[in-house]
């Protein structure tokens, strides 16, 4: 039978789930996908990938999780800044932490754990573009400066430890998938401008002919920072050529950016009547991506599917970070010299090649008479990192900075090596019409290996393997149309990095970017989930609501040395536990769209251990503290609630406001509760945002962000000030223990224009 002239019914067994999701797309319908493995490509999706490779996805009533999903529209309809700003104003136990100082850089948490640009944050979540994992494999950090936000068509935010996502997937995964031309043809321009000097030029076109499709995405964004010392120059570009008939389909894409960033890190609690200030400076990160991915399936039988990807990806970072010398005044015991050198800068490098490839087969085929979807896959990822590292005498100036007063000196030049190789399986079966059973599992094998290239530290060198079989299993109930209950529990697990590998011992704390030590290895996490949950839809109403615990064996810590506030060590510290509650409601009244997402998180230590950190008001005299079973972990809000509003005056006005609050958080370093100054209070921002349509094709939009400009902290950590006087001079004898705060930014406001053609 050719692919021209194959049966409705036969195919019907194959697209269900694209063909749900195209009728809920209205006056959409006629640019739903032909062929349904790239229905999670629409701009309104019903359709869950539960599996790492884009394949026929699973349809959401059958899903057994809380998974949150956001089309294109959404980020068009609030011109968020970047995609870390859209992830903290929308999801449910979503937050977010500015320790970077820089918009670009922040620190995303869900469900408290944490997908971070800075090497040496423990990271536990998995992040995706079009089925290829981005987590970089040196230190698993996401940079979320490197794609441009016009690209992106839709994003899912998949709870849960699911196995299938692999390595990292502790709390959850998000899974980005890009826009092509065959769905989002015609192009558009876009200028902005506004506060701290930002100005913005985004550029869109994409198109069909016959078989063949494009798209293009391009945005360059200059700023001078709301602060002192923390511009921004982001340059971002994906492209994507495709090949799309009934049976098959391809994808070749290139994603580049070239970016420097500028950060203004925390700032002394006493230093907030000017918060514009920075402690000391410079600190930039210059960034430069270069990927290329190759997405390919094949229906094999029209109830086949077998579906394959490959990615070459070329990453470099180049970091110059200025830090006080916690040395100064030590006395060396072999010449008698003290140390006189106030500051160091710190300047390190990452060249970094990975790449990969993944396999997976779906078979639609009915099982004893009822329907049945299994799939099969394999993936393999390795990737080559050379890390090193100079650090470079120097002075304070009046303002803070760091003034050279000798030659860089080599520290640390090491390679390593990650390899992870994964088989996976996935069963989604009928039970009943009303009844749904999903079992999975992944057995993944890691290994690291750490070579020092120096000549001067051979113990560096070192071989680390960590492999396990991680199981799923969930239940789901319809009962009726529009109502769906459900249950699951699966396990997940994340290896260490070669940077926690060498940075373990607590007589030789690191600093972070980490110099290299040869330590002692750390033991991979493992984590557990339970989640019992519902939703439902009814005409313009929906909600849903989850309950769920997260339990982490061996979970890993960066333990503060209590001295400088980026210098410690990683550690296993036994037990920690998550366990929540979830609620979300949305309807629509007449031109009236409000949604409301409410979170409670509690984020606790299970085991006790002991942690330095004299910067503790409550440390005893060696500063240490005990932190027991039940404390807080830090950075993790109890409570966090969200609320959209989208008002349509008009067909050519719109309007919509976004309300964030967070509770009160605890410092890093007050891991017990109990330093005097450890919590950080809470907030509430709100944001505004709104687009005039004034001519065929011509939109005015513009937001405003923080409209009531408050001073408020979203991140904190205890340190010492060593400028503890009324000006600021450098007095390490005198220095303050006292909470380092990550700002928010203040009120900012863009306007822009925007012209789309078809």
């Not at 990938?49 to 956001?70: M, R, Y």
């Not at 994808?251 to 002394?268: F, K, M």
């Not at 140390?339 to 160091?344: E, K, N, T």
Request: hydrophobic share 35%; with cysteine; glycine share 10%.
């Amino acid at each position: 039978m050719s692919p021209t002239h194959r049966s409705t019914g036969n195919r019907r067994s194959v697209v269900h789930v694209a063909l749900a999701a195209c009728a809920l797309l209205g006056s959409h319908a006629a640019r739903c996908a032909d062929n349904p493995a790239e229905a999670l490509e629409l701009e309104r999706v019903e359709v869950i990938g539960t599996t790492p490779l884009p394949g026929l996805g699973t349809p959401l009533k059958d899903v057994p999780a809380n998974v949150q999903v956001f089309g294109s529209k959404d980020l068009a309809r609030q011109r968020p800044g970047s995609l870390s700003g859209f992830l903290e104003n929308n999801p449910t136990s979503v937050t977010v932490n500015a320790a970077q100082g820089n918009p670009y850089q922040n620190d995303i948490s869900f469900r408290g754990f944490t997908a971070s640009p800075l090497l040496g944050v423990p990271q536990g979540l998995s992040v995706f573009q079009d089925g290829i994992r981005i987590n970089e494999p040196f230190g698993d950090v996401v940079n979320w400066d490197l794609l441009p936000s016009a690209a992106i068509a839709s994003v899912q935010l998949i709870p849960g430890s699911n196995p299938l996502f692999g390595l990292n997937t502790l709390g959850g995964a998000l899974a980005i998938y890009t826009k092509s031309g065959r769905q989002y043809p015609g192009g558009s321009v876009e200028v902005s401008g506004g506060s701290f000097g930002r100005g913005t030029v985004t550029l869109e076109q994409g198109g069909v002919s016959g078989p063949w499709d494009y798209y293009l995405a391009g945005n360059v964004s200059k700023d001078r920072g709301w602060a002192q010392h923390n511009p921004s120059r982001v340059a971002q570009l994906f492209a994507k050529v495709g090949y799309e008939t009934e049976r098959d389909n391809v994808d070749v894409s290139l994603t580049s950016a070239s970016n420097r960033l500028e950060g203004a890190q925390t700032l002394p609690l006493s230093f907030l009547d000017d918060r514009r200030q920075a402690y000391t400076y410079p600190d930039v990160n210059r960034n430069q991506l270069a990927m290329l991915a190759l997405k390919g399936s094949h229906f094999v039988r029209d109830d086949a599917l077998i579906a394959g990807s490959a990615y070459l990806r070329r990453y470099r970072n180049k970091n110059t970070s200025s830090n006080v010398n916690d040395d100064f005044g030590a006395v060396d015991p072999d010449s008698g010299d003290v140390d006189g050198v106030q500051a160091l800068n710190d300047r390190s490098a990452i060249d970094q090649t990975s790449y990969g490839g993944a396999l997976q087969l779906t078979l639609t085929q009915p099982l004893a008479g009822r329907p049945n979807q299994f799939v099969i896959g394999v993936s393999a990822d390795a990737g080559n990192a050379r890390f090193t590292q100079e650090s470079q005498p120097a002075s304070f100036d009046a303002s803070r900075g760091t003034v050279p007063i000798g030659d860089f000196a080599p520290e640390t030049d090491a390679r390593t090596r990650t390899r992870n190789f994964a088989v996976y399986a996935m069963n989604t079966f009928t039970l009943h019409e009303l009844w749904t059973l999903t079992a999975s599992g992944r057995y993944n094998d890691n290994q690291v290996s750490i070579r020092d290239q120096s000549g001067t530290s051979p113990d560096l060198n070192g071989d680390h393997a960590f492999s396990r079989f991680n199981p799923a299993l969930g239940l789901n109930f319809n009962p009726v149309p529009g109502f769906t209950s459900y249950a699951s529990y699966n396990e997940g697990m994340r290896a260490p990095t070669a940077m926690e590998l060498t940075c373990a011992d607590p007589s030789a704390p690191c600093k972070l970017p980490n110099s290299f030590l040869a330590d002692p290895p750390l033991k991979m996490v493992v984590a557990r989930t339970i989640e019992v949950g519902a939703r439902g839809k009814h005409g313009e109403t929906s909600w849903s609501a989850a309950i769920y615990r997260t339990e982490l064996s061996d979970d890993i810590q960066f333990v503060s040395s209590g001295n400088a506030i980026n210098a410690g060590f990683f550690q296993n510290v036994g037990k920690t536990r998550r366990q929540g509650v979830e609620l979300t409601g949305a309807t629509q009244w007449g031109p009236l769209g409000v949604v409301a997402r409410y979170g409670y998180l509690d984020a606790t230590f299970v085991s006790g251990f002991v942690e330095h950190s004299p910067a503790n008001s409550s440390a005893d005299a060696n500063g240490d503290i005990v932190v027991a079973g039940g404390n807080r972990i830090p950075g993790i809000p109890q409570h966090t609630f969200r609320v959209r509003l989208d008002y349509s005056a008009s067909k050519a006005l719109t309007f919509g406001a976004n309300l964030v609050a967070n509770s009160a958080v605890r410092s890093r370093g007050d891991e017990n509760n109990q330093d005097v100054h450890g919590a950080v209070p809470g907030y509430a921002l709100v944001h505004f945002d709104g687009i005039w349509r004034f001519a065929n094709g011509w939109e005015l939009f513009g937001r405003i962000d923080n409209v009531f400009d408050r001073d408020v902290a979203n991140f904190g950590i205890l340190g010492r000030n060593v400028f503890p006087s009324p000006g600021r001079t450098f007095d390490p004898a005198n220095a303050v223990a006292e909470p380092f705060l990550g700002l928010v930014a203040p009120r900012g406001a863009w306007i822009g224009l925007r012209y789309a053609w078809k």
